[in-house]
Each structure stands twice: as C-alpha cells, then as structure tokens.
C-alpha cells in the first residue's frame, strides 16, 4: 500500500509514531496519542487523527501546492467554525497548511465488522449482513433523519459541504451508554467545503447527496433521501425558526430545479 | 450463472452481430462473432471488421447536426459494403443488427437508424438498440479484460465516471454542463486549429511543446465536474492573447509572453487533473481497484499516464484501449448490442425510435450478475 506517500508523511512528521487507518481519494488518514504542542510530560492517551493530503503525482506542480494548501486551509477554518457554532465536527488540533497536515480529534468507531463506522459501511451492513428489513426500520429513519438535521443546521449557517457523500459521514456514539443501534452523525472532510448564503449552491450539495445515495445504496435510496429531506426541513427550523423554514422552502425548490439540469435527464416522468 | 445462448441458430455454435454507429460525427459500421457459451479469457470475441469514415469540418467551425446527418447518407452504403467485404459475409448470416439508440445528436441517429431499419428488413434480420455509453463500456472491458472496473468515459459528449452495481451501470460523477470533448474542440475552435484527424489530437501534440503552466479555474464538486466556467476563462486569455491586450496572466515566470501552445497545455493539465481526481474519488468510494477509459478523449496518452500515476499509489491497475476501439465505432454498438440479443433483446420496428437523451444508467444489464 503506497509506501512512498506514508514514509512521506512520516518524514513530515518526525518522532509521531502513525498508524495508518484509510487511504481516501485525496488523503491518507493516520492515528496516533501524540499531541504536537503538548510537552512530553503532560501527553495522554487520547487517539488523535492526522489527515494527510499527499502531492499527486499526476497534477502539475503549481496546481498540485495550490490545491493542497487551498484545501487544507479551509478544511481546518470551516472546521473551526462550526465547533464554534456548537456542530458536531472532529475537534482541530493543528494545521500545516503548505504540507498538507491537519491535526483533529478522532471520531467514530468500528462496525461489528471491522470497517469503520462510517454512513456508507453501515448502510452496507445493513442491507447485506444484517437481518432482513433492518436497513428501512425505525433506527436506520432516524439516523437519516440526523443527517439531513445536520446539513440543514450547516446549510442555515450559510457553509456548504461541497461533497457529501454517504463516506463522509461518520456514525459515532458520543455517550457510552448508547446501544448498538444508536448513533449520532459527523459530517466530516470540508475540503471541498465553503461559505456560500445561496440556494442555489446548497441545492447543489443535497443533490449531490442524492445522486450520492442513488448510486451507492440503489435499493433503499428513495427512502433513504426522503428522510434525509425530513431532518433537513427540522434542521433549519431549530436553528432559524420560522426564517429557517423560509430558507429552506427556497433551497428544496431550487433543488427541484437542479433535478431537471442534470445532462440527458429522460423527458418522461 | 447467466444462460446466454438460449437464442442460438440450431445449427450454429457461434454469433454474428453487425452494428451500426452514428451518434456524432463519426460513421463506424462493424462486425462481430461471439463463440457460444461465456466470453472469458479464452473464449473471447471476435473483431471481423471496424470501418469508420469521419466527417471533418473546417477549422474554426463544428460538425452541424445538418451537414453530418448528410454525411453519414451519404456514406453508410459504401461502408456498409466495405465492412461486409472485410468480414467475407453476406447479410443474411447475420443474427442481429444493433444500432445506437441514443445519445447523440438527433440528426445523426436518425440517419443511421433508417439504414438499419432498411437493411434489417431487406435480410429479415432483428434489430438491436443500444445504448452508447453502454457499448463504449462493455467494449472496453472484452478488449482489455477488465472485470469490474471504475469507468472513465469521456468523448466530446459524455463525461461521466461509471461503476456496475445490482445490474445498472451507475453513474457516480458527471459533468454539470458541457463534456470534455466538447471544451477541447471548442477551445481548438477559438485558436483555429485544424479539425483534422480530431482536435483534441492537435492540442495534445500542441501541448507537448507547451512549458508554461497557467492558472485556471479547477472546478471539482465533489465527484462531479463543471468545464464551461474554464472554457470561458481560457477563450478570454486567448482572445486578449491575439488582440495583443495586456493580461498579467500572459507572462509567465521568466518573463516571456504565453503562447498558444502553454495554453493547450494549461488546458489539458487542468481538466485531465480534475478527471483523475474524480475517477480516484470514486474508486475510494465504491473500493475498486480497476480503472478504465473509454470514449474519444480516452485516447489521449497525457491522460493516460496521468491516470497511471494516479492508480500506482492507489496499488491499482489502469486500462484503456486504442484508437480503433476509443474513439465512436460500429464494433462496439455491435458487441453490447450481441450481448442484450443473447439475453433475449430484440426491437420490433415501433420500437427503434432514437433519442438525445438516454442515460447509461437506464440500461437494465441483464448479462452480468455480479
């Protein structure tokens, strides 16, 4: 598994012992206990996470440090921000922008089958390995439901997400008395992320969502999407109220439209 | 287990498909055979004629719906002949004729489609619709062998990144507005480059000498891409470029002026950049490890090597085909359209109207049950 890019990463980081979790499209992620400001005496056991954007071969070398630094950047500002404004995201720990480090807190857990407890592997758990009828019960609702919650709480702060996908989304279970069942979403990976009040653009980011779902979980996606819709509407009434509920009247109509633009969209139905 | 012979010739151990391919401006007519039983490594498919014939426009202008419609009438007999010739046949050995059914430019198709609706009835021969994209895919995988692979398709109308799932080739990221191809062709277009072989084979060889990277937008929305915003961008650098205006983005580094040729090659940096970030986007998130390019732009050897680089640090392999089978032809119309035969697909003649928009995803794949 692409040696190079970890002895990259280890050489960036010198003396963090890394242990590496997943190789994502853009970023491998380590964990580790070391916390990089704290002295050696006052260090825990706390798992950390290092998320590693590594240079692509393949992009030109302007490009590739303009991408890096760009998103690494507004990974760890958007990040910030919605701590500050009480959404549940991966805690910041220190950023490294040039090379393409971030330092957060960990979040989530593992499956009953070893993946990581991300929306996505559930899911997957769900409709292959579990008992039939498990994955459109009451639980998987209002799971759905919390995450179509959070997008709208993030949507009604005016930040967009800018790839939501069922990967991106982590279950985790913040109270240790919580049963096997029960979990709490984080949406993660803001790479992509930025501050847009447009409907337009958050229209976008629930479609691609959809199209997200459609694609990944094509069996249940319908349901799945309807429920995400659901918490998104309560989303925004908690946070604006009857504005809220404004807002998102808007954005669920330009979604409509958005629908309608995707290239080569049959004419029927 | 899928039982694709049930609608074998008694007397017979193999397939014969002709099909015909005419959704832009090229005119591709093939044949195929197909030995009984499951296509495998060993018992592959058989190429018995490709001939394509390509309408070229002049350079500055685009092949018009009108004029390449003509084109293609005028030239569908001769190719017809031709394909028959190579391949030794006569019509009636034929078990199906497969045409595209769409996408494509309407005029095209429907010129197309009337010769293989005249030659279906003249040999009493069923036809076959196919989807496009589809044949683009399925012939990709028999020529390179790749099982289940993330699919890059990408020609001067389609941009999408493609993975199988429950009997649908699903459609993972697109293009939000105009395909790949089509940014290419129409930048080509604005720096009167000829047309001939295609333009985006001229950029490509016009980059080869570019040495100036210029910064252009990179517009990636998650696995999806938007090209027209760049496009704009670009044609505006090129027109100040010519008109002489000044642009402080018309000097690179060192101090020279651009040139046409950094431009193409900024261009073809930038946009292959955002597809191979997306086709790796969606390899992370279905967890294949196969990649494969089809479709005219998958010939483009920058792009290909760019993906290699990609795929090596994702311990992945790449696939991608030549010319002959990248760029539109009749092969693959008859190939996926032999396979949809041999699941028990024909259409009546009601049934053979095209359309511009027919998704890939629409597609019931009843030939695979992985």
Known sequence: ?269 | MINLDKHIKPSRDYYLALGLEGSANKLGIGIIKHPKGELTATNRAEVLSNVRDTYISPPGEGFLPRDTARHHRNWVVRVLKDALAVAGLVGRDLDCICFTQGPGMGAPLQAVVIAARTIAQLWDVPLVGVNHCVGHIEMGREITGAQNPVVLYVSGGNTQVIAYSKNHYRIFGETLDIAIGNCLDRFARTLKIPNDPFPGYNIEQMAKRGKNFVELPYTVKGMDLSMSGILAFIDSLAGDMFAGNKNKLLVAADGSSVTPEDLCFSLQECLYAMLVEITERAMAHVQLQQVLIVGGVGSNERLQQMMAQMVQDRNGSVFATDERFCIDNGIMIAHAGLLAYRMGQTNELWDTVCSQKFRTDEVYVNWRDD
Not at chain 1, 194 to 214: H, I
Not at chain 1, 238 to 257: I, M, Q, Y
Request: net charge positive; hydrophobic share 40%.
């Open chain 1, 1 to 269: 598994m692409a040696s190079h890019i970890i002895a990259q990463a280890q050489a960036y980081l010198p003396n963090i012992p890394l242990t590496m979790v997943s190789q994502g499209a853009e970023a491998l992620v380590f964990t580790t206990t070391t916390h990089p400001c704290l002295p050696v005496s006052e260090q825990t056991d706390t798992t950390y996470i290092i998320k590693y954007r590594p240079s692509k071969p393949y992009r030109h070398p302007k490009l590739d440090a303009q991408i890096t630094k760009h998103r690494t950047i507004s990974e760890a500002k958007i990040m910030h921000k919605l701590g500050q404004l009480g959404i549940r995201v991966p805690r910041l720990v220190a950023v490294d922008a040039p090379k393409g480090i971030i330092w957060m807190h960990f979040v989530g857990k593992l499956l009953a089958n070893g993946e990581m407890s991300s929306l996505k592997n559930w899911l997957w758990y769900l409709e292959r390995v579990s008992a039939p009828g498990s994955a459109t019960d009451a639980g998987t609702a209002r799971i759905l439901t919390q995450v179509g919650r959070e997008i709208g709480r993030l949507h009604m702060h005016d930040i967009v997400h800018g790839d939501l996908t069922t990967s991106n989304i982590l279950l985790e279970q913040p109270h240790t008395d919580m049963n096997d069942t029960d979990w709490e979403p984080v949406l993660i990976d803001y790479g992509l992320g930025s501050y847009s009040g447009l409907p337009e653009d958050k229209a976008v980011d629930l479609y691609v969502l959809e199209r997200a779902l459609l694609s990944t979980h094509p069996v249940f996606s319908e349901k799945y999407n309807a429920w995400v819709l659901e918490g998104y509407a309560l989303g925004h009434a908690e946070v604006g109220g009857k504005l809220g509920g404004k807002k998102c009247t808007e954005t669920l109509r330009r979604l409509d439209e958005v629908r309608m633009r995707g290239r080569k969209r049959s004419l029927l139905g």
